[in-house]
């Protein structure tokens, strides 16, 4: 995968707490020290429909 890949990291989907944290595939393990269990990661292009679809 190329390193500039779009990544969202979803902690609580669906809940009133649910919180998204974006970034590249080279930020991950950042991005990942920023949100807790349980999350969802979603790696790929899908990820710039994420303000489309709000």
Excluded: C, F, H, Y
Aim: aromatic share 0%; glycine share 6%.
């Amino acid at each position: 995968m190329r390193s500039d890949m779009p990544v969202a990291l979803v902690e609580n989907g669906t809940s009133t707490r649910q919180r998204v944290v974006t970034g590249t595939l080279t930020e991950l393990a950042a991005l990942a020290q920023q949100v807790s269990s349980p999350s969802l990661m979603i790696i790929g292009s899908v990820v710039s429909l994420r303000d489309k679809l709000r």
